[in-house]
């Protein structure tokens, strides 16, 4: 087939391939080639199909899931371009998109169903922790760039909205059972019934395993999840969904200095309530009202100890620590979506937020801290020439002890046939501090007294939310015989006010807390003072090589620019997953290789220490056979393997790191599960 000439500079000879569709070839011809793409509902928050966006944005759908194995959303995440996963034991993960890393990497997003699953503590939220089984999820929307734009400050680098099936879509009940190495035990229950115009589903699961040998991290983990979605005549859904979870975690090192991170027993119990009224009088035009309340309660305590400092005169004692806390959340959000004519779409919406959040320990002058959100949007979709659709969005957001932002996002999307889709852009955003940031004030005293043994946390009210410009140059499309899509992201990032933390100086009120505060000097959360550039390309491919068979190929090339040495060595220069998932009659099977650069990732406050997590490839795999036995059920068994090339390192404890010099303290290593799926 002749083909126009065209010219790909830098991009990937792929992005060549696809950008240079056939001469002569029509819009209308080339339709059938992107029917296989989904109408997502992230980016905006109006349904639109893939090639609209203004954004990228990587669909997990529910095929690519299941034949996964994957116990956790975090794994699943390795698929993304631009994701950095790092796991330092059995149930604690650290989930970036391009970084700068940090202790507690806070700057996305996640969403169940559209409701929030921040943590007000650090203003992040746990990958290991969802309150929903995975059998349970339909598909995966990764926004890959901030869309704070229709989301808020939480959205200041991406979403990740996970988006479990409506009843309607389902029926029957299904048994999963699992057992494995590392201790891996557990299983599941699903019922759906379907009563005239009501649907309803009810899931109860438990996991638990050992971790990682060597390591103090079991965890034992209890959810059970109800989902509800009454139709209400022609143009009204109510949709309701409530939630328990609870678990059990290992946590800490056996040789932590002063016993600061100690091995310990901790949990963490949630329920949620979620309500949604969506009315639809036409087909252009739709009403969503939804509330939802959580509440979530954390035990984590342990004693710091003086052994060690008694030759600096320090007394041996033992003082007790505790993370023990309780957070509530309270949410009103309203939205409206309609077509005012055949080129002009618009959205907008409102939301109200509350949260709550009480530690004695860790905000120790005012141990229950609260915050209050408001946030007005707009977005629209402006179709002024055949080939060119022009998205422009902004949010209003005004929180609780800071002054009205506002973050825009302009986007021109190019459709030059229905087998391309270029898009570029500008998104500007904010990331409000959590509570933490703000207001921490943590204190040891010695116990039964009033003596001060260390000011470990100084409060900083004056402190500033982090600002991202974001430019995107992007594209989406397809081989004409529909075999092969390509998406590619271009983008260059400019972070200022980044939120980090530093040592401060505090006057010593008594001669033992001088001591502790020269081994341990306080910490306070503060903006720097330079901007962080980070740049390079991302993209993604999926190809139909055979029948049956699939090729995912994701690869990320990036670079962060600072005046710290340490924010540019936490950025992971590359990153690539690569999978094969191939069907045959009824065998399933998936091979998955990952790839990670060395990268500065770790947990634990270190002035000036430093340490690279080296570079490492590791291999997952799962294999599955399904049968019909003859009363009419389905059973699926399914062998499903991780870290297959062997231990390796991917993020490191620095305090207990500095100690061990180049030896790695923590390392992942290969575990192999097998389940057994009944549906009836």
């Given amino acids: 087939m002749q083909r126009t000439s065209c010219h790909a500079g830098l991009l990937p000879a792929a992005l060549l391939i696809l950008s240079c569709p056939a001469a002569g070839q029509s819009l209308e011809s080339e339709q059938s080639f992107f029917e296989p793409l989904p109408v997502v509902l992230t980016v905006s928050r109006m349904p639109k199909p893939q090639r609209e966006t203004p954004a990228a944005i990587t669909i997990l759908d529910r095929e690519l899931i299941r034949a996964t194995g994957y116990r956790d959303i975090g794994r699943l995440l390795r698929l993304v371009p631009g994701m950095q996963i790092a796991q330092e034991s059995g149930n604690d993960q650290w989930a970036s998109y391009h970084g700068p890393g940090t202790d507690y990497p806070r700057q996305m997003q996640l969403l169940l169903d559209g409701r929030p699953l921040y943590a007000p503590y650090f203003g992040g939220a746990f990958a290991g922790g969802i309150p929903v089984a995975i059998e349970d999820i339909e598909r995966i929307e990764v926004v890959r760039g901030t869309d704070s734009a229709a989301y808020g400050s939480q959205a200041f680098d991406g979403i990740v909205n996970i988006i479990t099936r409506h009843t309607s879509e389902e029926a029957g009940s299904a048994v999963m059972l699992r057992g494995g190495t590392n201790g891996i ?15 309803i589903r009810l ?14 991290d079991d965890r034992t983990t209890n959810r059970a999840n109800l989902r509800g979605d009454l139709r209400i005549g022609t143009y009204d859904e109510v949709t309701m969904a409530a939630g328990v979870m609870h678990s059990d975690r290992e946590r800490g090192y056996d040789n932590s200095q002063f016993n600061m991170n100690p091995e310990r027993e901790a949990a963490t119990h949630s329920e949620f309530v979620q309500l949604r009224w969506r009315h639809a009088p036409t087909s252009d035009e739709e009403f969503v009202l939804s509330t939802n309340y959580a509440r979530e309660k954390a035990r984590d305590e342990w004693k710091i100890s003086s052994r060690g400092l008694q030759g600096l005169g320090v007394p041996l ?42 530690s004695p320990f860790l905000f120790y002058s005012d141990p229950k801290q609260s915050q209050e959100t408001a946030r007005l949007y707009g977005n629209s979709e402006w179709r002024f020439a055949r080939e060119w659709l022009l998205n422009a969005g902004l949010m209003a957001e005004n929180a609780q002890y800071d002054q009205t932002r506002l973050s825009p996002r302009v986007f021109l999307n190019w459709l030059p046939t229905a087998a391309q889709s270029w898009r570029a852009g500008y998104t500007r955003a904010y990331r409000q501090p959590g509570m933490f940031d703000r207001n921490a004030d943590v204190r040891i005293y010695v116990p039964g007294t009033t003596l001060l043994l260390q000011q470990r946390q100084i409060a900083n009210p004056d402190i500033e939310p982090p600002r991202i410009d974001a430019f995107e140059l992007g594209f989406l499309g397809q081989l004409p015989d529909g075999r092969a899509q390509i998406d590619v992201r271009v983008f260059h990032e400019e972070t200022r006010d980044q939120i980090r933390r530093e040592t401060v100086n505090v006057p010593a009120t008594n001669p033992f807390q001088a001591i502790v505060q020269r081994l341990l000097p306080p910490s306070q959360w503060v903006n720097r003072d330079d901007v962080i550039r980070v740049e390079g390309i991302e993209y993604q491919l999926q190809v139909r090589p055979w029948e049956g068979g699939q090729l995912l190929f994701s690869h990320t090339l990036i670079k962060a620019r600072s005046d710290e040495e340490a924010i540019r060595r936490s950025v992971a220069p590359y990153t690539a997953s690569l999978s094969w998932l191939q069907r045959s009659g009824p065998w399933q ?91 009836f």
């Fill in 185 to 199: 035990a557990g299983g599941s229950a699903r019922a759906v019934g379907q009563q005239g115009p009501l649907g």
């Fill in 203 to 216: 899931t109860v699961q438990r996991e638990r395993d050992d971790g990682m040998s060597g390591l103090h």
């Fill in 317 to 358: 004692l033992e003082v007790p620590v505790n993370e023990n806390n309780t957070t509530t959340r309270h949410n009103l959000e309203f939205e409206h979506h309609l077509s005012a004519s055949d080129r002009l779409r618009l959205g907008w919406g409102a939301e109200w937020r509350h949260d709550e959040f009480v």
């Fill in 589 to 679: 099977s998936t091979l998955t290789l990952l790839r990670s650069g060395p990268v500065d990732a770790g947990n634990g406050f270190t002035p000036s220490y430093r340490y690279s997590v080296p570079a490492y490839t590791t291999a997952d795999a799962s294999i599955a056979r399904n049968f019909v036995l003859e009363g009419g059920q389905h059973v699926e068994v399914r062998l499903t393997g991780i870290n297959l090339l062997g231990k390796h390192q991917e993020l490191a404890n620095y305090p207990l790191q500095r100690l061990a010099g180049d030896r790695p303290v923590n390392r992942v290593e290969p575990q192999v599960a097998l389940s057994v799926t009944t549906e």
